[in-house]
């Protein structure tokens, strides 16, 4: 599927392009968006990267990952979601999304899950999407169940970040779910 354009309410997602990378960068190089990932702050010339990287994966056949930017309809980018299919798991795959903070208490992480999971199962016929949050990530937990997904259960001692091991909390749905 190239490109990726989904329309919701208020945002849609769409290919990264390389002007995207500020945008990023306002979310990856943030230590509070980046307090519950699984990595520290990128500097900008590691997000400058990690765009280039998207991109390029956007046009290999078979397409295993889908990077994607989220942006207000026609306006700024305000998250960064990510569909990546497993290799171990016929149709499957895992996602994630982050969101400036900014943005934040505005809905937007519903709207942007509910976005990706619809691509997921509607576009590219997945039948199971899965993501893991931090312990402590209320604000995602309670995103995910709004967007209609299933806690399954923990991963221990699953992310090491800032010299600490942490686990995570894993949310899935599958297709049935979804219709």
Same mark, same amino acid.
């Given at each position: 599927?190239?490109?990726?354009?989904?329309?919701?309410?208020?945002?849609?997602?769409?290919?990264?392009?390389?002007? *995207?990378?500020?945008? /990023?960068?306002?979310?990856?190089?943030?230590? /509070?968006?980046?307090?519950?990932?699984?990595?520290?702050?990128?500097?900008?010339?590691?997000?400058?990267? #990690?765009?280039? %990287?998207? #991109?390029?994966?956007?046009?290999?056949?078979?397409?295993?990952?889908?990077?994607?930017?989220?942006?207000? =309809?026609?306006?700024?980018?305000?998250?960064?979601?990510?569909?990546?299919?497993?290799?171990?798991?016929?149709?499957?795959?895992?996602?994630?999304?982050?969101?400036?903070?900014? /943005?934040?208490?505005?809905?937007?992480?519903?709207?942007?899950?509910?976005?990706?999971?619809?691509?997921?199962?509607?576009?590219?016929?997945? =039948?199971? &999407?899965?993501?893991? %949050? @931090?312990?402590?990530? +209320?604000?995602?937990?309670?995103?995910? @169940? @709004?967007?209609?997904? &299933?806690?399954?259960?923990?991963?221990?001692? =699953? &992310? =090491?970040?800032?010299?600490?091991?942490? *686990?995570?909390?894993?949310?899935?749905?599958? +297709?049935?779910?979804?219709?």
């Amino acid at each position: 599927m190239y490109p990726v354009r989904r329309a919701g309410p208020r945002l849609a997602l769409r290919e990264l392009e390389p002007l *995207d990378v500020d945008g /990023v960068f306002a979310i990856y190089g943030s230590p /509070v968006a980046t307090r519950h990932l699984s990595f520290e702050p990128r500097t900008r010339e590691q997000v400058a990267a #990690i765009v280039d %990287r998207s #991109i390029a994966s956007a046009a290999e056949n078979p397409r295993s990952e889908y990077a994607l930017a989220v942006v207000e =309809h026609d306006g700024p980018l305000v998250g960064f979601g990510r569909l990546a299919l497993d290799p171990h798991q016929q149709r499957g795959a895992t996602f994630g999304f982050a969101l400036r903070p900014d /943005v934040w208490g505005r809905g937007y992480g519903v709207e942007t899950v509910r976005l990706l999971l619809g691509a997921g199962f509607e576009e590219l016929g997945l =039948h199971r &999407v899965w993501g893991a %949050r @931090a312990p402590l990530n +209320d604000a995602s937990a309670a995103t995910m @169940a @709004a967007a209609g997904m &299933v806690e399954e259960g923990r991963i221990r001692e =699953h &992310v =090491h970040k800032a010299g600490v091991w942490r *686990d995570s909390i894993v949310h899935a749905m599958l +297709d049935r779910e979804w219709r």
